[in-house]
């Protein structure tokens, strides 16, 4: 006998539809660690380059490149792309009339 399996069209943001506390800035978060990681990777650096490049253990280059979030907070991420060599701007401004609340976003200008 077949069963139906439901699907559920998902938002764009993982962390709100597993329901994260504050998933903008889950999700804020996993795009920088995303983007160090890139860099890392297309910088061609092994792990154990990379730990000496950014001051941490090889083991937390790991924990980096694999996703693990609750090992870094965002102030965390910023100092290691500061490491790498890439500026970090953050822009506060007041949300606008047509937004329902205040978000977190990442924008990225495009590395080369």
Known sequence: MKTKELIHKGSDNIFADIGATHPERAQARA????????????????????????????????????????????????????????????????KTKEEKSATTHVLQVAFS
């Not at 730990?51 to 980096?64: D, R, T």
């Not at 979030?69 to 500061?82: G, I, P, T, V, Y």
């Open 31 to 94: 795009q920088v660690m995303f983007l160090v990681s890139d860099i890392i990777k297309k910088r061609g650096l092994t792990q154990k380059q990379a730990a000496a490049i950014l001051g941490i253990p090889q083991s937390k280059v790991s924990c980096l490149v694999n996703g693990r979030l609750s090992n870094f907070s965002m102030d965390h991420l910023f100092e290691l792309l500061n490491a790498l060599d890439t500026d970090v701007e953050i822009i506060v401004k007041p």
